[in-house]
Each structure stands twice: as structure tokens, then as C-alpha cells.
């Protein structure tokens, strides 16, 4: 049986591994003093959703660094009824046409911004431009050239951009990174990464490429390919991939149902990979020379379960978005480096847009991702 009851501890999670062997490449937490409560940062949630309504409101009831401060909404009435349950102040609430006004705000520190794809680069470049740090949610963008100029402004504002990728602060996703990075098992052979739900409604947005740039692959196979990533510890050099055949073309009309792709790393490791619309999976599995692991569900927000081929694997469940914004926080307040910052978000959009050109082609994509190479993490 594996006990990884704290994944960054460095501790042996395996019997036989030494300490250094599986400590090493582990994400380490930034230690601080637990700051006053009045001095938590603030953050405004741009996009009340119902990502922000399920899951970032009520995680910000439960962070240590930081605290709801501000909403942003088109929709005066759900503002106010959300400044009501929040107990926000009247001043704290803007709209998306006075949002540039927040400038002035020193309540607010961070913005997150939880609206649909094809507006991230809008309210990004705005909130950098206010003079506000910035955590946008995936995918970065629609298209490489608004993650450059997402980035751009954040540097010449001086702030900090994060990419609101959860999993790399969950402690069942951080034992895929240990796991695989250090070999513990062997080396690996093959991942399987699979992410699917059926989506419900055809009026969503999801559904509309002019505000999701595209179908299941921008909204959830970015965490197969983010898993594979993070779990190889080394980054793709090709990809192969095809649609779908659709099972619903009215639904489906103007973005892929489904799609399943490979991807081609370093020492000939293979990732195979699918998403969907009109199915339910949710697996992460890396087979090796001498067995596997695997989480299974891996990409949800709770409710986790880990397996290896020498146990299960055992852990206590976070709250990944608390832990993924408290950390921003820490980041903030100690001048350091996000480990998922927006260079992490333009890598992904890349590995994304030339999974779309080989199914568009049919033939083998290369990719060129050296300039990632250095990233805190994978």
C-alpha cells in the first residue's frame, strides 16, 4: 500500500525508494507567516458563472492568503445578489463596461478572470493595465497572438500572470508528477489520458467557436494534455490526431464532438489521448517497464482515486482551487514565480492549436516547445 498522506513532504511513498529519489522535482510550498486577516489579498472575480459560482466563490470562503473582494459581472442583479451572500462592499462591484475604474480600488490585488475563452484576452490585458495581478483561467486564449499580448501587458504593467490551473496544486496530481518524473516505477512505456462529459444544452457558449474557440479539446482535453506533461515531466515533440465521428451533427455543428490524439515525447514515450462531448471518462494512467499508476477519476474537482500496481494510492483531498490561489497569494506577497504562469498557458494553446492541425490534415505535427524547457515546472 502507498501512503503519500503529504505529497510534499519528501517522504518515502514507496518501500525501497530513498528519500532524494522522490523528493526530487517535487513542487515545494512557499512557507510564510500567516498574514492578518485584514491583510489577505483580494481578489475579483471577473465572470460569475457558474465555474465562479460552484466552485471559486465558495473557495475563497476557505483560503489563507487571500479573500473574495470584488465581483465583475454583466449582470447587475446577479452582482448584487452575490455582494449580499458575500458581504462585499456596494463600491466593490463593477460591471464590464466601469471595470477599468478598479484601478483606484486597493481592496482588490488580483483578478481573476472566469469568463468565456475568446474574452480572456480582453479582461487580462485590462486588469494588467489597472495595475492588478491576473489568474486566467484555460485556456489561456483562442489564439497564440492574444497570449503574447496577454503576457506582454503583464510585464510592462509590472504584475503577475497565472494561469488557474488547479491540478498542479492537487496532492493526487502531484503524486502523477512524483511518480512519473522520478521513474519510481521503471521507465515509462505509455500514457492514457481521457476526459469526457456530455455537455447538455446546444445554446451553451461552449458550443459557439466564437467564444470557445473550439469543442471539448479547449475546454477539458487540455488537462489530458497538461497530465501527460506534468507526469512525463518532458514536453511533446509531435502530435498525430483525428475527429471524432459525430453522433449529434446539429448539436455538434460548428465544434468537434470528439476527438482522440498521440502524443510523441523523448525516449519514445507515447501519450494516447481522448476527449468528448457525448461521453463520460476520466482516467490518467502511465504504464511502465515494471507497472503503473494511475487516477481514476484524475481530473475532477474532488473525489480522486489513486491506484498503482503496487497499491493504492492514499492521500488526503485539498480544496484545488483555495490551494491554486492561496499559492498565488504567497507568490505575490514573497515576490517569487507562479509555477503555472502564462508562458505555461501560450506552451498548452500551442500543443492545443497543432492537435487541431493534424486532425484538419491528417498527418504528423511537429512541435518546437524549447523555449518552455525552463519553467518551474512541466
Given at each position: 500500500?502507498?501512503?503519500?498522506?503529504?505529497?510534499?513532504?519528501?517522504?518515502?511513498?514507496?518501500?525501497?525508494?530513498s528519500?532524494?529519489?522522490?523528493s526530487?522535482?517535487?513542487?515545494?510550498?512557499?512557507?510564510?507567516?500567516?498574514?492578518?486577516?485584514?491583510?489577505?489579498?483580494?481578489?475579483?472575480?471577473?465572470?460569475?458563472?457558474?465555474?465562479?459560482?460552484?466552485?471559486?466563490?465558495?473557495?475563497?470562503?476557505?483560503?489563507?492568503?487571500?479573500?473574495?473582494?470584488?465581483?465583475?459581472?454583466?449582470?447587475?442583479?446577479?452582482?448584487?445578489?452575490?455582494?449580499?451572500?458575500?458581504?462585499?462592499?456596494?463600491?466593490?462591484?463593477?460591471s464590464?463596461?466601469?471595470?477599468?475604474?478598479?484601478?483606484?480600488?486597493?481592496?482588490?490585488?488580483?483578478?481573476?478572470?472566469?469568463?468565456?475563452?475568446?474574452?480572456?484576452?480582453?479582461?487580462?490585458?485590462?486588469?494588467?493595465?489597472?495595475?492588478?495581478?491576473?489568474?486566467?483561467?484555460?485556456?489561456?486564449?483562442?489564439?497564440?497572438?492574444?497570449?503574447?499580448?496577454?503576457?506582454?501587458?503583464?510585464?510592462?504593467?509590472g504584475?503577475?500572470?497565472?494561469?488557474?490551473?488547479?491540478?498542479?496544486?492537487?496532492?493526487?496530481?502531484?503524486?502523477?508528477?512524483?511518480?512519473?518524473?522520478?521513474?519510481?516505477?521503471?521507465?515509462?512505456?505509455?500514457?492514457?489520458?481521457?476526459?469526457?462529459?456530455?455537455v447538455?444544452?446546444?445554446?451553451?457558449?461552449?458550443?459557439?467557436?466564437?467564444?470557445?474557440?473550439?469543442?471539448?479539446?479547449?475546454?477539458?482535453?487540455?488537462?489530458?494534455?497538461?497530465?501527460?506533461?506534468?507526469t512525463?515531466?518532458?514536453?511533446?515533440?509531435?502530435?498525430?490526431?483525428?475527429?471524432?465521428?459525430?453522433?449529434?451533427?446539429?448539436?455538434?455543428?460548428?465544434?468537434?464532438?470528439?476527438?482522440?490524439?498521440?502524443?510523441?515525447?523523448?525516449?519514445?514515450?507515447?501519450?494516447?489521448?481522448?476527449?468528448?462531448?457525448?461521453?463520460?471518462?476520466?482516467?490518467?494512467?502511465?504504464?511502465t517497464?515494471?507497472?503503473?499508476?494511475?487516477?481514476?477519476?484524475?481530473?475532477?474537482?474532488?473525489?480522486?482515486?489513486?491506484?498503482?500496481?503496487?497499491?493504492?494510492?492514499?492521500?488526503?483531498?485539498?480544496?484545488?482551487?483555495?490551494?491554486?490561489?492561496?499559492?498565488?497569494?504567497?507568490?505575490?506577497?514573497?515576490?517569487?514565480?507562479?509555477?503555472?504562469?502564462?508562458?505555461?498557458g501560450?506552451?498548452?494553446?500551442?500543443?492545443?492549436?497543432?492537435?487541431?492541425?493534424?486532425?484538419?490534415?491528417?498527418?504528423?505535427?511537429?512541435?518546437?516547445?524549447?523555449?518552455?524547457?525552463?519553467?518551474?515546472?512541466?
Open positions: 500500500m502507498i501512503n503519500t498522506a503529504s505529497p510534499l513532504s519528501g517522504e518515502n511513498m514507496i518501500a525501497g525508494a528519500t532524494d529519489e522522490v526530487e522535482k517535487l513542487p515545494q510550498p512557499q512557507i510564510q507567516n500567516l498574514p492578518a486577516a485584514e491583510k489577505k489579498m483580494g481578489i475579483a472575480l471577473v465572470g460569475l458563472g457558474r465555474y465562479s459560482q460552484k466552485h471559486l466563490g465558495p473557495a475563497l470562503t476557505e483560503t489563507v492568503y487571500c479573500r473574495l473582494a470584488g465581483l465583475v459581472s454583466g449582470d447587475a442583479e446577479k452582482c448584487d445578489k452575490w455582494g449580499v451572500e458575500y458581504n462585499l462592499k456596494e463600491k466593490n462591484l463593477y464590464y463596461k466601469n471595470f477599468d475604474t478598479i484601478r483606484s480600488n486597493r481592496d482588490i490585488d488580483i483578478v481573476y478572470v472566469a469568463v468565456p475563452n475568446a474574452l480572456h484576452a480582453e479582461f487580462v490585458i485590462r486588469a494588467a493595465r489597472a495595475g492588478k495581478h491576473v489568474i486566467c483561467e484555460k485556456p489561456m486564449a483562442t489564439n497564440l497572438e492574444d497570449c503574447h499580448r496577454m503576457i506582454d501587458a503583464c510585464r510592462e504593467a504584475v503577475k500572470l497565472s494561469m488557474g490551473y488547479r491540478l498542479h496544486f492537487d496532492p493526487f496530481n502531484q503524486e502523477m508528477m512524483r511518480l512519473g518524473q522520478n521513474r519510481v516505477l521503471g521507465s515509462i512505456n505509455r500514457i492514457i489520458a481521457k476526459n469526457s462529459f456530455e447538455g444544452d446546444k445554446n451553451q457558449w461552449r458550443l459557439k467557436p466564437e467564444l470557445s474557440g473550439g469543442g471539448p479539446l479547449m475546454d477539458i482535453g487540455i488537462y489530458c494534455v497538461q497530465g501527460a506533461l506534468y512525463v515531466g518532458e514536453l511533446p515533440v509531435a502530435v498525430r490526431a483525428r475527429f471524432l465521428s459525430k453522433t449529434n451533427p446539429d448539436k455538434f455543428r460548428d465544434v468537434e464532438e470528439g476527438i482522440e490524439w498521440q502524443m510523441e515525447f523523448p525516449e519514445g514515450i507515447i501519450a494516447t489521448c481522448d476527449t468528448s462531448y457525448s461521453k463520460n471518462e476520466n482516467l490518467l494512467r502511465a504504464e517497464v515494471s507497472g503503473w499508476f494511475e487516477l481514476n477519476p484524475a481530473f475532477e474537482y474532488y473525489g480522486l482515486k489513486g491506484q498503482t500496481s503496487e497499491g493504492p494510492v492514499t492521500l488526503t483531498s485539498v480544496n484545488q482551487q483555495a490551494a491554486q490561489m492561496d499559492d498565488f497569494a504567497l507568490c505575490i506577497q514573497n515576490n517569487g514565480e507562479t509555477r503555472v504562469p502564462g508562458e505555461m501560450l506552451r498548452d494553446l500551442q500543443i492545443l492549436l497543432a492537435i487541431y492541425e493534424s486532425a484538419r490534415t491528417q498527418k504528423r505535427v511537429e512541435l518546437q516547445l524549447q523555449e518552455f524547457q525552463n519553467l518551474i515546472e512541466i
